[in-house]
Nanobody
Framework: QVQLVESGGGLVQAGGSLRLSCAAS????????MAWFRQAPGKERGFVAAIDWSGRMTNHADSVKGRFTISRDNAKMTVSLQMNSLKPEDTAVYYC???????????????WGQGTQVTVSS
């Protein structure tokens, strides 16, 4: 049974930083691309960042480029999202997801975590 468990969310002031982590189990982690998506209240879920199985290729949404960085540790079966210079518009529930390739469309992802809330105050 595949499980993806996010952690690291919380309340932070604008300009601050948070680091999200996602621990995976029940799958051959090094065979999967991983991604982060987010969903704000009243909005559709949107792509944040993805990383291929090796960690050599990453893709970040334009809205987070230069502020967020996705990384992974295959030995620990974790994927992380370092979020710097946070803005109130980054407030959302953040989800990690797994797929064979580093897609930007959520519908292409097979497995999802339960999400972690990030709230950025102005």
């Amino acid at each position: 049974q595949v499980q993806l468990v996010e952690s690291g969310g919380g309340l932070v002031q604008a300009g601050g930083s948070l680091r999200l982590s996602c621990a995976a189990s029940g799958l051959t982690f090094s065979s999967y691309a991983m991604a982060w998506f987010r969903q704000a209240p009243g909005k559709e879920r949107g792509f944040v960042a993805a990383i291929d199985w090796s960690g050599r290729m990453t893709n970040h949404a334009d809205s987070v480029k230069g502020r967020f960085t996705i990384s992974r540790d295959n030995a620990k079966m974790t994927v992380s999202l370092q979020m710097n210079s946070l803005k109130p518009e980054d407030t959302a529930v953040y989800y990690c997801a797994a797929a064979r390739y580093a897609y930007t469309m959520g519908s292409r992802y097979n497995y999802w975590g339960q999400g972690t809330q990030v709230t950025v105050s102005s």
